[in-house]
């Protein structure tokens, strides 16, 4: 156990909260480890959408870069933000057990808005299409920065309200007293659980991490991103999935949705699976979203991203 692991992580306060708790499960089964925090240019660059920035993998290649250079040996990150298809040589090595999947509304103390006009913010194209297919009459505006800014920009700015994952509130002690719980919005895949990723040829790395893997998590997530990846959505179509597990059924249950980006269209699956059938599970559910005019609604949202 004598080589330390060091764990590359972004330098925001919750990337940074999401790192040391790797470190502590780590350290609490005798391993020694350092962070080491890297800017990525998902941080830098916060003056056009994501989507406009081209790659899915925005928050997760430099740190990429710095484990394939050998400058960092494993990384965490929030699940949804990482690509369906992992680097060459670097592999999915844990997943933490889930927080919470929901999606909030942060308002400044009324709701009063949602019955008339108003203006909601949010980075998410699935955040956006989702809320205008609820609220049509209202206005979404792009949001980004981490978690920190984009609460200081609520305050900042004449909005109604921004939509944020309740999980990375929570953990960092951000989450105010005035907010709504959007139990009718669809999650992103993997929304509320955090992945260590490692270099396939690490065994003394990838070892330690199988020690903290949750298998519930772990199948729960890769359901819903397979039902991602077969939409070929990567982090940019409004795709929202989430899959539970029903001990008392031993089933999957499992609700995935397709909008587009107004909101005006939408598809959406729900399914209960026996356990047993969960490898094949998101790719089918996937697949009867795009038989059922999914594939010719992913082209018209490819066509409108690349304007």
Not at 69 to 94: C, F, N, R, W, Y
Not at 248 to 270: R, T
């Amino acid at each position: 156990m004598s080589k330390t692991i060091r764990i590359g992580t972004r330098d925001s306060e919750l990337a940074l909260w999401q790192a040391k708790t790797v470190e502590k499960q780590l350290n609490d089964l005798g391993y020694r480890t350092e962070i080491i925090a890297v800017k990525s240019q998902g941080d830098l660059v916060l003056d056009k959408p994501l989507y406009e920035l081209g790659i899915t993998g925005i928050f997760t290649k430099t740190l990429d870069i710095a484990m394939i250079k050998g400058e960092v040996d494993i990384a965490v990150h929030s699940m949804k933000d990482v690509p369906t298809a992992l680097p060459q040589g670097i592999v999915q090595a844990a997943v933490l057990p889930r927080a919470n999947v929901l999606d909030i509304l942060v308002h400044k103390g009324s709701t009063e808005f949602l019955e008339t006009s108003a203006t909601i913010a949010t980075g998410s194209l699935r955040r956006q299409a989702q809320w205008l297919n609820r609220y049509p009459q209202h206005t979404v505006v792009d949001l980004r920065g981490n978690v920190n800014t984009r609460m200081q920009k609520l305050n900042d700015n004449d909005w109604s309200g921004a939509v944020f994952a309740a999980a990375g509130l929570e953990r960092i002690n951000l989450k105010p007293q005035t907010y709504l719980n959007l139990d009718w919005m669809i999650p992103a895949p993997a929304q509320g659980a955090m992945v260590v990723v490692a270099m396939e040829n690490d065994h003394h790395a990838l070892e330690a991490l199988a020690q903290l893997n949750d298998i519930e998590t772990e199948v729960c997530t890769a359901i819903e991103r397979q039902f991602l990846r077969t939409l070929e959505g990567g982090c940019s179509a409004p795709i929202g999935a989430i899959a539970k597990y029903d001990e008392a059924q031993d089933e999957i249950q499992f609700h995935g949705v397709l909008l587009s980006i107004d909101g005006k269209e939408k598809l959406e699956i729900q399914r209960n699976f026996p356990i047993n059938e969960w490898k094949k599970l998101g790719f089918h559910c996937a697949k009867e979203i795009l038989d059922n005019g999914g594939a010719a609604l992913m082209e018209r949202i490819k066509a409108q991203l690349k304007k």
